[in-house]
C-alpha cells in the first residue's frame, strides 16, 4: 500500500488497522451516544464523526482517565463525562489557559460558559478541567492519563507555532501503553497549503509530531473519511458543515454565497489515528 509522504512503518500500520475488524463496544457507550442528554445538534453530526466506532478504534474503555483537549462545543464532553460516570473512570477538559496573561476575555468567557454548561454531576458526572495553550502548565501527573483524545485541534497549533509542546505534554501525561488518539482534517493526497491556512495537514506531518514526542503510531482507519472532499473550497475547510462560512473569517456572512455543493460535500475528509505511549 502506497502513502504519499508517509514511512514504511506508517502504510504497515495502515494496511494492519485495514484489515482488522473494529473492536466490539460496551455498553455504557452505546448508551452514552444513545443519551436523550445529547444536544440535538450533536446527535445530528453523528453519521459524520462516527462516534461509537471511532471511541472503539481509539480503545476507549471502562474506568479510563481520559484527557480531551480544546472540547470547543463539547460534542465528545457529551459522550465521555458521562461515560466515565457510569464506569468509575475520569474526564478531564484541557480548556483554555486561563493562567495565561495573554488570555483574551472572550477566551475566559468561553471556558467560564462551558463549564457552566457541565456543571449538573447528576447529569455529565464529575467534569473536570485543566488550562491547555502555548504556555500552559502540564495537563496532570507524569503517567496518569490512560487515553488523551484531540480532534479536529492539531492544525490549529501548527498554524499558532505549538506542535511539539502540545504533544509533548500528551506524552508527558500519558502511562507507559497509554493511547493518544487523533482525528484532524486531512490535506492528502495533496501537501497542505503554505501556513496551514486552509485547515488541512498532511497525515505525515502529524505522524512526525507524534513520533518526534515519543509516540509510535500504532493503527489508522478510514472511519472518518470523506472521498466527496474535493479539499478546494474558498474559505477552506471551514467552508463545509459545521461552520459553514459563507465570507471570509469575520467578515458578515454573504446571502449570495451558493452553499449547495458545500453542504452536499458534507463535513471534511479527516484522518483517524492511534499513537501509543511505549514501555
Known amino acids: 500500500m502506497h502513502i504519499p509522504g508517509a514511512s514504511l512503518a506508517f502504510a504497515a500500520a495502515v494496511a494492519a488497522s485495514l484489515a482488522t475488524p473494529a473492536a466490539a463496544t460496551d455498553a455504557a457507550l452505546q448508551a452514552a451516544v444513545a443519551s436523550p442528554a445529547r444536544a440535538p ?17 481509539w480503545g476507549l474503555k471502562p474506568g479510563a482517565t481520559v484527557i480531551e483537549i480544546t472540547p470547543g462545543g463539547g460534542y465528545w464532553t457529551e459522550i465521555l463525562a458521562p461515560y466515565a460516570k457510569a464506569t468509575g473512570g475520569r474526564y ?4 483554555t489557559d486561563i493562567d495565561n496573561p495573554k488570555t483574551s476575555e472572550a477566551a475566559r468567557k468561553g471556558r467560564a460558559d462551558f ?5 449538573d454531576p447528576a447529569k455529565w458526572g464529575k467534569v473536570e478541567y485543566v488550562g491547555f495553550g502555548p504556555q500552559s502548565k502540564p495537563l496532570g501527573p507524569p503517567g496518569s492519563a490512560d487515553l488523551v483524545i484531540t480532534a479536529r485541534n492539531v492544525h490549529n497549533w501548527m498554524m499558532a507555532g505549538f506542535t511539539d509542546k502540545a504533544f509533548a505534554d500528551f506524552h ?11 482525528e484532524d482534517h486531512r490535506s492528502d493526497p495533496r501537501p497542505p497549503a503554505e501556513g496551514v491556512k486552509d485547515g488541512y495537514i498532511s497525515t505525515a506531518s502529524v ?5 518526534k514526542a515519543g ?21 477552506g ?39 501509543v505511549k511505549p514501555g
Open 115 to 119: 463549564e457552566a454548561r457541565y456543571a
Open 41 to 57: 445538534e450533536a446527535v445530528a453530526r453523528d453519521g459524520a464523526r462516527h462516534p461509537v466506532e471511532s471511541l472503539a478504534f
Open 92 to 95: 478531564v477538559a484541557a480548556v
Open 207 to 211: 505522524v512526525a509530531a507524534a513520533q
Open 215 to 235: 509516540f509510535k503510531l500504532a493503527a489508522s482507519s478510514e472511519i472518518n473519511a470523506n472521498p466527496k472532499d474535493t479539499k478546494d473550497h474558498p474559505f
Open 172 to 182: 508527558a501525561v500519558l502511562k507507559s501503553g497509554g493511547v493518544l488518539a487523533v
Open 237 to 275: 475547510v471551514w467552508t463545509l458543515p459545521p461552520t459553514r462560512l459563507s465570507a471570509p473569517r469575520g467578515q458578515p456572512d454573504d446571502p449570495a454565497f451558493d452553499r449547495a455543493r458545500y453542504d452536499a460535500i458534507g463535513e471534511s475528509d479527516r484522518m483517524t489515528l492511534r499513537f
